[in-house]
């Protein structure tokens, strides 16, 4: 009956986490009051600060809520912190979560205007330096009033897609049809070249929205989390805010999209791959469909 016991709490403990995972947020309950009692609270706190990260890093392995839920409350026990100061920073925090949960709302319903909007660009446009510099640019600026992680997530899904689209075709399998895109072994050798020169360019495409992300994100309170606690401790409204980060961050978002087209100019560091156009035929009819 324990050995049932175990097994069972084994099983659902952090849900459907690897093992590995598992494994690794155990030692680090069992690794910090060791570390505590041979070393400075200082030293076991940064541990504890890297190790909150990892789960945050390990999202897609693990919700992060669970595990470092466990380690803030290890830190509590182990006398890092007071319950008090965690409840002080809740509740400044509390601005930041609720502009999270209506951002991540808001792109719910904006997702499949987010889908068409990228998917048009990439299907119109075939210049690659231009493309790298409208998605950048159309990131840039949806990043600056919505969350910026959120729309990379949406950049993703639209790139996801299309490749799915494609790998299904290459192997010889409807639209409709079940199909893991994960594996190659049924692409023939007739789409094998265009398949990897398609990896390169979804690769180069998603860089260049992600570092659009970053750039506009930066530009607005509400387009990081970080940025509405600077509002909140500056006193600083919307338009304030973007007047007084200007002289940074304009010249840095011209910066960082004149450096996009220049990647895809020069053809450095893997940039400047071309869409096949059997890729982009497939894609255009799928559209289409």
Known sequence: MRGFALSSFSQNFLGQAPEWYKITIVGFLLLNPILL?????????????LEFIFTLAMALKCYPLQPGGLLALEGVVMGLTSPHTVYEEVLNAFPVILL???MVAGI???KELLLFTFTKILLKVKSKAFLAFLFSFVAAFLSAFLDALTVTAVVIAVAIGFYSVYHKVASGKAYKDDHE???DESIGDLFRDDLEQFRSFLRTLLMHAAVGTALGGVCTTVGEPQNLLIAGFTGWGFMEFI??????????????????VLLEKTKTFG?????????????IEFDQH
């Open 108 to 110: 719910y319903f904006m």
């Open 181 to 183: 895109h994960g594996a």
């Open 271 to 283: 940039y400047g791959t071309l869409l096949p156009e059997r890729v982009r035929d497939i894609l």
């Open 100 to 102: 999270l949960m209506f």
């Open 243 to 260: 007047y007084k980060m200007a002289p940074v961050t304009m010249p840095v978002l011209a910066m960082g999209l004149l450096t996009c």
């Open 37 to 49: 009692a041979i070393s400075t609270p200082t030293i076991a706190g940064w541990v504890l600060i």
